[in-house]
């Protein structure tokens, strides 16, 4: 069971902006621990889009932009397209002794 | 170039054993801590272990894998391991290994995978 809540799905048309959040809680986002953001293809494994709440790895578009604030973190897309069709997952580090790295539940992302 | 490959996947009935491994290649693998992060057919993603660049001296489980699963590494060889005993249903996923991004520390950002490893427990 995850400890960050992302919403089931969010879709868009080309070129619009969209949000994805990633909502944790005082022993994960809200203790000040960073936020990493993934881009799953179907079939492929996850792609590192953004670490440390904002950075970008190199080759990663500046299309995607993440931030943090309180007990939350969010994904922004701008200038959607249609090759962004993926899940994407947040995650962070946790204090609860049953788990060192916590996944969000993930996010379908549909461009209309 | 930075390659991840993991092989040892496969079918096993439930109390069942079996060993994953991850060949790395393109970078400096005795610099970096590993994990292994599982994905559940269409499910999501499970952080379930960690080894840090050294070998035993810094290891953590999930509490979902603690004292069943055993994360080790071999330097020498640039390979990552994962040994799974007692195997459960609930096992089944997709194995994948991951490199942190950080080098001699963790920051829990996986910066590259491998392809992945199916295991399957089923009787």
């Known amino acids: 069971q995850s400890v960050l809540t992302q919403p089931p799905s969010v879709s868009g048309a080309p070129g619009q902006r969209i949000t994805i959040s990633c909502t944790g809680s005082?022993?994960?986002?809200?203790?000040?621990?960073?936020v990493h953001w993934y881009q799953q293809l179907p079939g492929t494994a996850p792609k590192l889009l953004i670490y440390?709440?904002?950075n970008r790895p190199s080759g990663v578009p500046d299309r995607f932009s993440g931030s943090k604030s309180g007990t939350s973190a969010s994904l922004a897309i701008t200038g959607l397209q249609a090759e962004d069709e993926a899940d994407y997952y947040c995650?962070?580090?946790?204090?609860?002794?049953?788990?060192?790295?916590?996944f969000g539940t993930g996010t379908k992302v549909t461009v209309l | 170039q930075v390659q991840l490959v993991e092989s040892g996947g496969g079918l096993v009935k439930p109390g069942g054993s079996l060993r994953l491994s991850c060949a790395a290649s393109g970078f400096a693998f005795s610099d970096y801590y590993m994990s292994w992060i599982r994905q559940a057919p269409g499910k999501g993603l499970e952080w379930i272990s960690l080894?840090?660049?050294?070998?035993?001296?810094?290891?953590y489980y999930a509490d979902s894998v603690k004292g069943r699963f055993t994360i080790s590494r071999d330097n020498a060889k640039n390979s990552l391991y994962l040994q799974m005993d007692s195997l459960r249903a609930e096992d089944t996923a997709v194995y994948y290994c991951a490199r942190d991004i950080g080098s001699v520390a963790t920051t829990g950002a996986y910066d590259y995978w491998g392809q992945g490893a199916l295991v399957t427990v089923s009787s």
């Open positions: 080894i840090s660049h050294s070998g035993p001296d810094t290891i």
């Open positions: 005082s022993s994960n986002i809200g203790a000040g621990y960073d």
């Open positions: 995650q962070s580090y946790d204090s609860n002794l049953s788990v060192l790295y916590v």
């Open positions: 440390g709440n904002s």
